[in-house]
């Protein structure tokens, strides 16, 4: 019997599940419903699996009806992948209703609404999965095995720069991404991903955390400071935004026009803002120092107005350092080839033992969206995968303890003082 899926929230990040349920597991998956704000949007998802999985058109409901939907299509399972700051709400309903959960990241953006999460979790019983892909990816595991062998020892430090170049960077403070109210800032909707490597690199747990962060580049003040003088609402229909390197043509876009321009009517919702508007309410410059249960210290930065895309992470340990350097190939969410989103440029992987020569690590480079991650995700949750040693498959405890690190770097800068993770959730 195959398992029934319905799916809410039909953005961008929706069309990886959506189409993997219809076409590459359509012999023991069905998607059965979608559910959205907008009508627009799910005849648009409707269109993509009828003409490209070649699977029948599914009953579409409105976001006020996710009850009704669930009652009257019976999935076993719900895919989130809404907007951040509802995903509680859908989490939280669909257990109550029976009814298992696939989440996007972050599984949500404050402390209140993971204690929510985690109590009716433990009230119903009910499996929720957390869709890190990154865990998936062949360089990024590779560390894993190197870390849980030993290579350099016990980790007593960590440096981490994240690097968001001028294209995909941009791209948080065009759409809904640039109102903490909605994600949490660049420290949950983004650092979650940061945050769970190194949870699962290092098998630990954080637990203090102080951050500094500003508003360093975008927004309209920053840019009235470098002498910008033509500022838009948005760009599409606008003059001004024809030579501007950080405005999107959403109508160039199949995809994006679908998706957004097409759906404006009953969503309201403009995906081309100018990233120098004056209500950019998130940070673009974050510098982050976490202590672990392990007792390693983790120092990050991430910065959303860089030259290139990717990652520096260097290890200290016991018996040497870990150096992994990886240059992604930028992207922006629905802007182009999905097998394209997040896909290796370079990579390099030395290792420095304590009292020996230097060596560089190999690592076979998959392709696919996110670093050959995504492919290698979805068989581990919509296929029947088997024994895992490096433990990719993460709940809602790893989706939690992510997150948590973003929510007390927030609350740090906002106190400046240290935050304690046992003080915000109790498991």
Known sequence: MKKRYAQVGLGSRAMMFYEAVCKTYKDTAEMVAFCDLSKQRMEFANNYISTETGARPVPMYSYTDFDKMIDETKPDVIIVTSVDRTHHDYIIRAMEKGCDVITEKPMTIDEKKAQAIIDTQKLTGRDIKVTFNYRYAPNNTKIRELLMDGVIGDVFSVHFEWLLDTNHGADYYRRWHRNKHNSG?????KSTHHFDLVNFWLGAKPESVFAFGELN????????????????YRSHGNEKAKDDHFAIDLEKNETLKGLYLDAEADSGYIRDRSVFSDDVSIEDTLGVIVKYNSKAILTY???SY???EGFVVNFNGSKGRLEYKVVENSYFSAGGD????????????MVWPMFGSPYSVDVETKSGGHGGGDIVMLDDIFGNPGPDKFQRAASHIDGAMSILTGIAANKSIAAEIPVKIKELVEF
């Open 338 to 349: 999905k097998a394209e989103e997040g896909a290796l440029k370079d990579k390099e992987i």
């Open 301 to 303: 930065s991430l910065n």
């Open 306 to 308: 860089m030259p290139w």
């Open 185 to 189: 800032g660049l420290l949950v909707h």
């Open 217 to 232: 580049f975008y927004g309209m003040h920053n840019a009235e400071k470098r002498k910008v003088q033509d500022f838009y």
